[in-house]
């Protein structure tokens, strides 16, 4: 009996997110991920069937997944994705793991799904877990991959700040900045303008940094929604995990910007 009276708040929550719904008055999900499994999951690894069982779950609410370009162009000018003609999400996939071509790539072929992958070059075509730069340039050529910079080699900006002298922690940063957009679009002949931070470590420094590198925004790693007004360096994204099922990824799906102050 106790559990007949959670339906109606969960029919709720579900027909809101179906419903179209004002782009001022919530946002748009990025959602983000690492990656991919066929059957162990991780802190970081989803499986294949959840992720695809998220995606059937999207598709039953009238969630239409668009390109993460999109969404910037909608923060930065407060409108409604341009590909959206109800509620809208977007994905990501950070690091550059084998997995990212092996488990996603034939899923979002079959299905048409845009990601926006974020990488950081030093690993590619070096690191046993990485992707290859082929596999990046195959994925390219898609027309449904994005490929985006994650810094040059994926530091923790908190700990370079303490072991370092000011100005080299500048040179640093710019370095990991600038290295990174020019190794990818090197290599890929693609243009990178966005850049998802490290570890989620943000702070004023930083974003000027990430501008003066000439990146149009940049995103961060926690929940929230990417709506007008939030900083266009610290646009929230959502980690989403194995366990996010149906009413939990819903719940995910519904989530509040959050607003700061002054961001991490």
């Not at 709720?12 to 990025?30: D, I, K, N, R, Y």
């Not at 499994?37 to 690894?45: E, K, L, Q």
């Not at 974020?118 to 290859?132: D, E, G, V, W």
């Given at each position: 009996m106790r559990?007949?009276g959670?339906?109606?708040?969960?029919?709720?929550?579900?027909s809101?997110?179906?419903?179209?719904?004002?782009?001022?008055?919530?946002?748009?999900?990025?959602?983000?991920?690492?990656?991919f499994?066929?059957?162990?999951?991780?802190?970081?690894?989803?499986?294949?069937?959840?992720?695809?069982?998220?995606?059937?779950?999207?598709?039953?609410?009238?969630?239409?997944?668009?390109?993460?370009?999109?969404?910037?162009?909608?923060?930065?000018?407060?409108?409604?994705?341009?590909?959206?003609?109800?509620p809208?999400?977007?994905?990501?996939?950070?690091?550059?793991?084998?997995?990212?071509?092996?488990?996603?790539?034939?899923?979002?072929?079959?299905?048409?799904?845009?990601?926006?992958?974020?990488?950081?070059?030093?690993?590619?075509?070096?690191?046993?877990?990485?992707?290859?730069?082929?596999?990046?340039?195959?994925?390219?050529?898609?027309?449904?991959?994005d490929?985006?910079?994650?810094?040059?080699?994926?530091?923790?900006?908190?700990?370079?700040?303490?072991?370092?002298?000011?100005?080299?922690?500048?040179?640093?940063?710019?370095?990991?900045?600038?290295?990174?957009?020019?190794?990818?679009?090197?290599?890929?002949?693609?243009?990178?303008?966005?850049?998802?931070?490290?570890?989620?470590?943000i702070?004023?420094?930083?974003?000027?940094?990430?501008?003066?590198?000439?990146?149009?925004?940049?995103?961060?790693?926690?929940?929230?929604?990417?709506?007008?007004?939030?900083?266009?360096?610290?646009?929230?994204?959502?980690?989403?995990?194995?366990?996010?099922?149906?009413?939990?990824?819903?719940?995910?799906?519904?989530?509040?910007?959050?607003?700061?102050?002054?961001?991490?």
């Amino acid at each position: 009996m106790r559990c007949r009276g959670l339906f109606p708040v969960i029919l709720l929550l579900m027909s809101a997110l179906a419903a179209p719904a004002a782009w001022g008055q919530g946002g748009t999900p990025v959602l983000a991920y690492h990656r991919f499994d066929p059957t162990t999951p991780g802190p970081t690894t989803i499986t294949t069937p959840v992720f695809e069982r998220q995606l059937d779950w999207l598709d039953a609410h009238g969630i239409k997944v668009v390109p993460l370009q999109s969404v910037v162009e909608a923060v930065r000018g407060g409108e409604r994705p341009t590909e959206a003609v109800g509620p809208a999400a977007a994905i990501t996939v950070d690091d550059g793991h084998v997995s990212v071509y092996t488990q996603l790539y034939p899923v979002i072929l079959r299905r048409h799904v845009p990601v926006t992958l974020f990488i950081y070059p030093s690993a590619i075509s070096n690191a046993a877990y990485a992707l290859t730069w082929e596999q990046l340039a195959e994925m390219v050529r898609s027309g449904l991959v994005d490929v985006q910079s994650h810094t040059y080699w994926h530091p923790d900006f908190r700990k370079e700040r303490a072991r370092r002298t000011p100005d080299d922690y500048r040179a640093f940063v710019n370095s990991q900045l600038v290295r990174s957009k020019a190794a990818l679009e090197r290599h890929l002949g693609v243009k990178v303008d966005l850049l998802a931070w490290p570890f989620g470590v943000i702070d004023a420094d930083l974003q000027s940094a990430a501008e003066h590198a000439g990146y149009r925004a940049a995103f961060a790693y926690e929940g929230g929604l990417a709506a007008p007004g939030v900083l266009p360096y610290a646009i929230p994204r959502i980690p989403v995990s194995n366990q996010a099922r149906d009413t939990a990824f819903a719940a995910l799906l519904a989530q509040a910007p959050e607003k700061r102050d002054h961001p991490r």
